[in-house]
């Protein structure tokens, strides 16, 4: 890819993971103040201080343009890519030793998962890009 497109499409996606992780933390504020429910509530207060550490590493690498937030913020994206598709081989062998077929939520649930841990891998690698080009830039 040339050097120009790897900074047009690194800036883009760090505009879409800054704005995902904005709404996630606007979602755990909503769980840990809104529903009754005090699962809900530790959820959201478990998942709030990680979103929000991503956003500021994201925001720090895409628009402060910082060479070492930009790479945590890749292995962030790594480990979450890692989990994601742990989570879909679990899925999967729940499925294939319980004996029953998949059913429309449980298809579903993988292929969300699945297009998850890609997207978040290619992101993770993109940021790496990213990195290296700041380095050369000297930031």
Known sequence: MQ????????WINGLVLILGSAFLIGVCLHCMIAPPSP??????MFAFP?????CALQYLATLRRRSRAALNAAM?????????LFALLTHASQIVFGGSPPD???????????????YLFFGARLNVRWARKLEEQGR
């Open 76 to 84: 962030v994206l790594f480990g979450t890519a890692g989990l994601s």
């Open 104 to 118: 429309l939520p449980a298809a579903l649930t993988m292929a969300l998962l699945l297009a998850a841990g890609v």
């Open 3 to 10: 050097p120009r497109l790897v900074l047009w499409v690194a």
């Open 50 to 54: 990680f979103f929000a550490a991503f």
């Open 39 to 44: 699962a809900a509530m530790f959820g959201g």
